[in-house]
């Protein structure tokens, strides 16, 4: 199966839509909230697999 990177991009847009409410609920400071979203977001680019070892997988195929 294909990496869809708009499709991942939207599950974690939900997601961290969700997590960010139940901090809001529980006090959470904004300044807070933003710095794990930042976080976040820089751990999922590194996650993404790049376009050069897609093509790669896809010429070893």
């Known amino acids: 199966m294909a990496y869809n990177n708009g499709r991942e ?4 847009l939900i997601w961290k839509e969700a997590e960010e409410k139940i901090l809001r609920e529980h006090g959470v400071h ?3 909230i ?3 979203r930042t976080d976040d977001r820089g751990y999922l680019c590194k996650a993404r697999p790049s376009a050069e ?3 790669e997988d896809f010429i070893s195929i």
């Open 53 to 55: 070892k897609v093509a």
């Open 30 to 32: 904004e300044t807070i």
């Open 9 to 12: 991009n939207r599950k974690w």
């Open 34 to 36: 933003e710095q794990i």
